[in-house]
């Protein structure tokens, strides 16, 4: 028989709402309506399915500082995390929220109204305390932290909700369970004690050996449940992620383990993090839960330190266990022994024995991982999401003054990367872009830098799918062009090219009077001459067409893509 839900009844709001669904839908029309961010969207999943029982809403302010200061909800119920529903002040006016008034919940993506929400309260939170309370330092190093100061919105909306449909998903559906169908699928299968198995990085021998030991020594299935909603930013996408896990699942002996993937939005909150993961998996009908050492927890603080103690998440869950009614498992390092080919937990390798292992910042650096470490399989899987730097997009970012020779220096080395032929090549040129993309954009410094977000995107989108990208905007301000730099980074190589002609030598060779006419007040907001221009201070490469050709600079660009392994071979 599988676990009893946390608080003793599964608060499947779906089930409970299905025959009011029409009527909630046709109310929901008529009603004010907010769109929800991602994590809003993961967290409301996990109210509406159940896997954040007891909640039945997001919660009210009594709730949320009962949950900071004790980790228990105002009735008593055992509960660390906020879960919070966050406004702006000019929603909460426009919308005219107050106590007492329903709100629609709307999917940002399709607009489809997921749920009504019947407001019990609206409060703006002291974030300083919430991050101190809840992730033990109000660090912005921290990434829940710096979302919590950033990214929520001032007010804090409280009360219950009606539930009219679940996100809609499209990918992976079959591995999608709520909890009141894994508890079914774990009774047609006949499973009575499940050790849940919590991952958001790829899984390689080292994971399953593990999980069966646990299962092994406390006579349970394996339930493989990784998080596919936020992560840690930086992590793995979820769907290579998946495919990983699918391609692990028939190392397993047969019938011992199941896959289901959980919408979860983490907060990598170390020890309060694992005692609610624990909630979670007990509410999906788990008995047993792997809890890792640093288990969610987010690396080091501003001062290089790690935010949480090895073992504070095992510790903390530890304290809670007769009223959690999970049995934690703690994560048992294991490593790899050559002479025997086999995986031992790390205190059961004799003294003196030779063992292997690779750390998490040496496989992302390596081309090939070895057999011992994992699959063959999982590791096709990894290459084809990682590739080489010789296969992956990169974007060279020219920028400088009007006339400083970028956007020659850009068309030239459009041919030069064209004639090696390695890969299709993309220019971007400021004018281009205006002229395509930008027709109603001024030159006004919010204009300025909507047209370099613009040029970000599209680099980024070829750049992601390993194609080569020049782009020369004059991008004057340096706020944009690190924004660009964050944008185009998350999918391939950036290098920042600051084409430092100097200004004089920029006006003294404009053949067309455009600069006259600037100096004349006849064109107003020109970088150089009534507008600033941000020189960058640490450009991958400074160059300057009053000094060097055109050829020389190409060159110079070559040898730096070279260096940095994106074209050539090795």
């Given at each position: 028989?599988?676990n009893?839900p946390?608080?003793g009844?599964?608060?499947?709001?779906v089930?409970r709402?299905?025959?009011?669904?029409?009527?909630?839908?046709l109310?929901a029309?008529?009603?004010?309506?907010i769109?929800?961010?991602?994590?809003?969207?993961c967290d409301?999943e996990?109210?509406?399915?159940?896997?954040?029982s007891?909640l039945?809403?997001?919660?009210?302010k009594?709730d949320?500082?009962?949950?900071l200061?004790?980790?228990?909800?105002?009735d008593?119920?055992l509960?660390p995390?906020?879960?919070?529903?966050?406004v702006s002040?000019e929603?909460?006016?426009t919308l005219?929220?107050?106590p007492?008034a329903r709100?629609?919940?709307r999917?940002p993506?399709?607009?489809a109204?997921?749920?009504?929400?019947?407001i019990?309260?609206?409060?703006?939170?002291?974030?300083?305390?919430e991050?101190a309370?809840?992730f033990?330092?109000?660090d912005?190093?921290?990434?829940a932290v710096?979302?919590?100061?950033?990214s929520?919105?001032q007010?804090y909306i409280?009360?219950?909700?009606?539930?009219i449909?679940?996100?809609?998903?499209y990918?992976?559906?079959?591995?999608r369970?709520?909890?009141?169908?894994?508890r079914a699928h774990?009774?047609?299968?006949n499973w009575?004690?499940?050790?849940a198995?919590?991952t958001r990085?790829p899984?390689?021998?080292?994971?399953?050996?593990l999980?069966?030991?646990a299962a092994?020594?406390?006579?349970?299935n394996?339930?493989?449940?990784?998080?596919v909603?936020?992560t840690?930013?930086?992590?793995?996408?979820h769907?290579?992620?998946?495919?990983?896990?699918?391609?692990?699942?028939?190392?397993?002996?047969q019938g011992m383990?199941?896959?289901?993937?959980?919408?979860?939005a983490m907060r990598?909150?170390g020890?309060?993090?694992a005692?609610?993961?624990?909630?979670?998996r007990?509410?999906y009908g788990?008995?047993?839960?792997?809890?890792?050492?640093?288990h969610a927890?987010p690396g080091?603080?501003?001062?290089g330190v790690?935010?949480?103690?090895?073992?504070d998440?095992q510790?903390?869950v530890?304290?809670?266990k007769?009223?959690?009614h999970?049995?934690?498992?703690?994560?048992?390092?294991?490593?790899?022994?050559?002479?025997?080919?086999?995986?031992?937990?790390?205190?059961?390798?004799?003294?003196?024995?030779?063992?292997?292992?690779?750390?998490?910042?040496?496989?992302?650096?390596r081309?090939?991982?070895p057999?011992w470490?994992t699959?063959?399989?999982v590791?096709?899987?990894?290459?084809?999401q990682?590739?080489?730097?010789?296969?992956?997009?990169f974007?060279?970012?020219?920028?400088g003054?009007w006339n400083?020779?970028?956007s020659?220096i850009a068309e030239?080395?459009?041919?030069?990367?064209n004639?090696?032929?390695?890969?299709?090549?993309?220019?971007?040129?400021?004018?281009t872009i205006?002229?395509?993309?930008s027709?109603e954009?001024g030159?006004?410094k919010?204009?300025r830098?909507?047209?370099?977000?613009?040029i970000?995107f599209?680099a980024?989108?070829?750049?992601?799918?390993?194609?080569a990208?020049?782009?020369?905007p004059?991008a004057?301000?340096a706020?944009?062009?690190?924004?660009a730099?964050k944008?185009?980074?998350?999918?391939g190589?950036?290098?920042?090219?600051?084409?430092a002609t100097?200004?004089?030598?920029?006006?003294?060779?404009d053949r067309t009077?455009t600069y006259?006419?600037?100096?004349?007040g006849?064109?107003k907001?020109?970088?150089g001459?009534?507008d600033p221009?941000?020189?960058p201070?640490n450009?991958?490469?400074r160059v300057d067409?009053?000094?060097?050709s055109?050829?020389?600079i190409?060159?110079e660009?070559i040898l730096?893509l070279e260096?940095e392994?994106?074209?050539?071979?090795?």
């Amino acid at each position: 028989m599988s676990n009893a839900p946390h608080g003793g009844s599964l608060k499947d709001l779906v089930s409970r709402d299905l025959p009011r669904q029409a009527g909630l839908k046709l109310a929901a029309a008529g009603l004010p309506s907010i769109l929800l961010t991602e994590r809003n969207v993961c967290d409301l999943e996990l109210i509406l399915n159940g896997g954040f029982s007891p909640l039945e809403g997001f919660l009210n302010k009594a709730d949320y500082d009962s949950v900071l200061q004790n980790m228990r909800l105002a009735d008593g119920s055992l509960w660390p995390m906020p879960i919070n529903l966050d406004v702006s002040q000019e929603q909460v006016k426009t919308l005219r929220l107050v106590p007492g008034a329903r709100l629609a919940l709307r999917d940002p993506i399709d607009d489809a109204a997921l749920a009504i929400l019947t407001i019990d309260d609206i409060y703006a939170p002291d974030k300083h305390r919430e991050a101190a309370l809840v992730f033990g330092a109000d660090d912005i190093a921290h990434p829940a932290v710096h979302y919590l100061h950033n990214s929520i919105k001032q007010f804090y909306i409280g009360g219950k909700l009606e539930a009219i449909q679940l996100p809609a998903h499209y990918d992976y559906v079959e591995n999608r369970y709520t909890p009141a169908e894994l508890r079914a699928h774990f009774r047609k299968l006949n499973w009575t004690r499940v050790v849940a198995f919590q991952t958001r990085n790829p899984m390689h021998r080292a994971h399953r050996e593990l999980t069966v030991r646990a299962a092994r020594e406390r006579q349970c299935n394996v339930l493989i449940h990784p998080v596919v909603g936020m992560t840690k930013p930086g992590d793995i996408d979820h769907y290579t992620r998946v495919r990983v896990y699918k391609a692990i699942l028939p190392k397993y002996p047969q019938g011992m383990a199941a896959l289901s993937l959980l919408p979860l939005a983490m907060r990598m909150g170390g020890p309060r993090e694992a005692l609610w993961h624990a909630i979670i998996r007990k509410n999906y009908g788990c008995t047993h839960f792997i809890i890792g050492r640093d288990h969610a927890g987010p690396g080091k603080n501003s001062q290089g330190v790690d935010f949480y103690g090895p073992y504070d998440a095992q510790e903390l869950v530890a304290r809670y266990k007769d009223e959690l009614h999970i049995e934690v498992v703690p994560f048992q390092m294991v490593a790899y022994v050559a002479e025997t080919d086999e995986y031992y937990p790390e205190d059961q390798v004799p003294a003196g024995t030779k063992t292997l292992n690779i750390s998490g910042t040496e496989l992302r650096r390596r081309l090939k991982i070895p057999d011992w470490f994992t699959y063959p399989d999982v590791q096709k899987i990894l290459r084809s999401q990682n590739p080489p730097r010789g296969k992956q997009g990169f974007t060279v970012f020219l920028t400088g003054y009007w006339n400083s020779g970028a956007s020659v220096i850009a068309e030239a080395l459009q041919v030069v990367l064209n004639q090696d032929g390695q890969r299709p090549t993309t220019l971007l040129k400021g004018e281009t872009i205006r002229s395509e993309l930008s027709t109603e954009l001024g030159f006004s410094k919010k204009d300025r830098d909507t047209n370099v977000h613009r040029i970000a995107f599209v680099a980024g989108e070829v750049t992601k799918c390993g194609g080569a990208v020049i782009a020369a905007p004059i991008a004057p301000y340096a706020g944009a062009r690190q924004a660009a730099k964050k944008t185009i980074s998350e999918h391939g190589g950036f290098f920042l090219v600051h084409v430092a002609t100097p200004l004089e030598y920029c006006i003294s060779t404009d053949r067309t009077g455009t600069y006259a006419k600037a100096k004349a007040g006849q064109i107003k907001g020109f970088t150089g001459i009534d507008d600033p221009y941000e020189a960058p201070e640490n450009p991958n490469l400074r160059v300057d067409a009053s000094v060097h050709s055109v050829s020389q600079i190409v060159h110079e660009i070559i040898l730096l893509l070279e260096k940095e392994g994106y074209i050539g071979e090795r």
